[in-house]
């Protein structure tokens, strides 16, 4: 299968890059810049794209093409298309000039395409582009020719049709470049002559039978199930590859959402008719862990600790009865394995929880799936495989799930008034048609006591806090503009029905400088 290799320059939308690719039906993976040259040979890649970046090329110590990288290229036809950082790189390394200009570009912009080619074929000659830069190439190389100008930019994209070589000052892979997709297709079909070949339908039965030859005819798989989108996915995909072998272990932490441990039971166990799932009650256990812990990243880690204690005591347990579990399955997915400069920051954070460490004489071997996915492709293939559509549309639930939406210590009690505010907020935004379309909406119990009334009666009771944002990849997000009168049923209903609760308000911060989450 043909495969284009996107180089990490330290730009925020590499992974945007790779997807688009994947959705126009190329296989694509990102490699850090200064990957080694051989690593980058075995990867074949039948085209490369360098990705942006936040340094300067004329700078010392800014990230650099590895050696032997043209003479690799030139030598395998390969093409290459610089974007931003990498469209000033490929001109700086070649013999050409960038330097930095006090007419900083942000934001969108006008190109005037000047050179029939064929990076912009079918375009029309002025197209709406997404920049974002201050550096620009104010020389173009011997060989060269300028595809494309802006107002302030006169080399805004060039090529160089014997060499492969090509670059785009824009961002091509966002949505505010509208042709961005064109331009992409263009290059990887017309350029690099790659063959249409990545289907999801195609992915699910090679990696079934992936599955069926790395497990064997008698060895079984544990699997850790959240009941979230990856792990629900994994579980599916590995119960259609080795049906019974597969024995799922589902903890409820004490901190799910209200009926959670139900539904997640109900969906697996009846609907799925999954025979070896595990169910393990463990609320008391992670309660008395958690209790008068008021420090957000020491939930994290009790609750991380206390599930792998839990679940090594039960996979323990079931080797007893079954020897012959050799394999832990893991929801792992592609953003999750490979960290941009981008990314890296959040996503330590954010998995410092999954990491399943196992004891060593445990021996088993880790199996991941979807190691190579993105968040939609999954979905798209759990929607093929038949996972239920209230799994692949719920909205994103942290690990430490209600521990950090209480803020400081938790007990049962602020459990229950949350779960109950909650239930009714996602009622609410289920009713009104609107759930899919938001990123998240949850409610933080606030532990903060204000007066209120009711009837006859003064009251003193918590604060419950609503948080609604939209985004695309929780790297950013904007607090969601609801409509009034949807928001007035929400709070009211909530002040009136939850005890415990007498004031509702709602969280107008974006992301950043606040967080989607509270701690
Ligand atoms: P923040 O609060 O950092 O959240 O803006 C970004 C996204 O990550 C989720 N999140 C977590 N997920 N374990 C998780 O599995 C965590 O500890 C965690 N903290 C935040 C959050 O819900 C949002 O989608």
Redesign the pocket.
Known sequence: MDIIIVLDFGGQYTHLITRRIRDLGVYSEILPFDVELGKLKKANPKAIILSGGPSSVYEQDSPSLIEGFFQFTSENKIPVLGICYGHHLIMHQIGGKVESKKAKEYGKSSLMIIEPNLLFDSLEKEQIVWMSHGDQITEIAKGFKTYAKTETCPIAAYGNQEKLLYGVQFHPEVSNTPNGNKILENFIYKIADCKKEWKLEEWIDSSIEEIRKKIGSDNKVILGLSGGVDSSVTAVLLHKAIGERLHSIFVNNGVLRKNEEIEVQETFKEKLKFKNFHYIDAEDLFLEKLKDVEDPEEK?RIIGHTFIDVFENKTIELEKTNPDIKFLAQGTIYPDRVETSATSK?SV??K???NLTLPDDMMLEIIEPLKDLYKDEVRRIGVKLGVPKEIISRH?????GLA?RIIGPINKEKLTILRNADEILIEEIRNAGIYEQI??AFCVFLPLRTVGIMGDYRTYEYICSIRIVESTD?MT?NFSKLDWELLERIGTRIANEVKGINRVVYDISN?PPS???YE
């Open positions: 994290r959040a954070k954010i410092s929880h999954h994103p639930f942290p690990g430490p950090v990123w998240q929780a997000a992301k967080t989607i989450e």
